[in-house]
Structures are given as C-alpha cells and as structure tokens.
C-alpha cells in the first residue's frame, strides 16, 4: 500500500501518515549519533564522527557549526540536507542582527529551523530534510537552551537530548541517569558525563567522537582530544569496576 502513498510528500496514507516524513525520519535513524546536554552555565554537544580517509582533510568533517556567536549547532542524517539549512539559518541569524541590531534568541533560531523543516512536508516537488537538528545557545540575560528539530518540523526544548543511530538508547541511559544530569553540573563534569554517555551506551571508541562546549559571551571551545581520551579511560575502568561488582553481587544472590 506504501507505493501509492508515498509517491508524494503531501499525500496522506489511509492511517494518517506521510510516508515521505517518515522515510526522513528513518534517515535520521540511520545517521551519526549526536548528545546534547545542557547546564546552568554552559551548552555541551557531543557527536559521532567517521574517520577520515588517509587523504582526506580532516578539518573539512565538520559536524558541530556555529550558526551564530552565540547558538551552536549538530545534526543526524543526511549532511549535504544539513549543509543547507545551516546556511539558511545562518543567513537568518546576520539577516535579524542587522535588522533588530541585536543578536537572534536561541527559540527564534530553533522555531526558524523547525519552520523551515516543516515547510518542506506540505511542498509539491520539495522532499523532507533528513535530519534531526541539536541547536543550542544563550539567550541576552545569559540563560541557556537546547533544542531538537525533527524533519516533520516539531521543535522540543530539552535539558538533555539525542538524536541519530543510538539516539533512543541514549536518552534512555540519560533518563535513567537523570539525577547525574541536573542542571547544576560544572563544566568538567558536564564533559565526563557526556564522554560516559558516549562511551557506554554505544560502541564507539574514544576517538570516534567530538564533544564541544559553548558558554556565556565564550568563542565555542572544541574539548581536546587527549582530554576526551583520559576521560575515556577513566570512564571505562569505572565501567568495569561497577560491571565486577555487580556480577560478583549477583552470584552472591544465586549462591
């Protein structure tokens, strides 16, 4: 029944799906993996990465952009769609500073990428951008958002998201570790708890990923990967201790 429905993107199906929308979202699914995690000072993304072919540019993988000074952006799913709509945000971002002399506010940016989505689910000849957007930023006052996009165009603010291949399974993981998520994380620890996000829930290796921390009136600061890598390695002894202990309780339990 799919392929009568699905032939254009403002075709609804008999149950009340588009079909394009969610062929987007799977997209998505399949797409690089991407953490976002907000404090009270600070806006942390963190987001797989491939590596590089022997003759390629590493500095030309970019996956985390800065749409304006002061909003920050990563993505999961198609990067030649991102590619796009960072533009057109980041052209929205100058377009209003030089219009309302003032800097954009992160819900304005986030609503304008959502819009922008949302436009291309209701469009003949157009098709559903393939990616889930993490925008976050500070608004005047100082204080900090995060936000998801989703290619039908809904926009959700968050303290803690993922989107991308193992994004479920790692809101999943921070949800059950909500308490070590509060807002009032210092910086260092907001980094370790997004590398232990990274590192425990999926498989990816300390060198697999890119975290990025924004602050305050701060220039975006990418954290270095040697720190990523002690942190790393830190992480993974602890993993294993709590893995022991737990497996030394259970035959406790059995015995």
């Given amino acids: 029944m799919g392929e009568r429905y699905d032939s254009a993107v403002t075709i609804y199906s008999p149950d009340g799906h588009l079909l394009q929308v969610e062929y987007a979202q799977e997209a998505v699914r399949k797409g690089s993996t991407a ?15 491939k590596m590089p072919g022997d003759l390629q540019e590493e500095r030309s993988i970019r996956k985390i952009r800065l749409l304006d000074d002061h909003v920050i952006m990563t ?21 209003h500073r030089l219009n309302f002399e003032r800097p954009v506010s992160v819900d304005y940016m986030s609503r304008y990428v959502a819009e922008l989505q949302q436009k291309y689910t209701q469009s003949n000849g157009c098709r559903p951008f393939g990616i889930s957007c993490l925008i976050g930023g500070f608004d005047d006052n100082g204080k900090p958002h995060l936000y998801q996009t989703e290619p039908s165009g809904i926009c959700y603010e968050w303290i803690a998201a993922a989107t991308g ?7 999943g993981f ?3 570790h909500s308490d070590g998520m509060g807002k009032s994380l210092d910086e260092e620890t ?13 498989p990816m290796g300390q060198s697999q990923f890119d975290v ?12 270095d990967r040697q720190i990523i890598a002690d942190y790393a390695r830190v992480i993974e002894k ?11 309780l259970n035959n406790l339990t059995q015995s």
């Fill in 238 to 248: 602890q993993n294993e201790l709590e893995a022991r202990q737990a497996q030394q």
């Fill in 174 to 176: 921070m949800e059950k």
């Fill in 212 to 223: 990025a921390v924004l602050k305050y009136d701060q220039p975006l600061r990418m954290v």
């Fill in 190 to 202: 907001a980094i370790k708890e997004v590398i232990r996000t990274m590192i425990t829930v999926t």
């Fill in 75 to 95: 993505f999961a799913g198609l990067t030649a769609d991102a590619r796009i709509v960072c533009n057109r945000a980041q052209v929205e971002a100058q377009s």
């Fill in 165 to 171: 291949r193992y994004g479920q399974t790692v809101r």
């Fill in 35 to 49: 953490v976002g995690l907000r404090t009270d000072d600070c806006i942390l993304l963190g987001v797989e990465r």
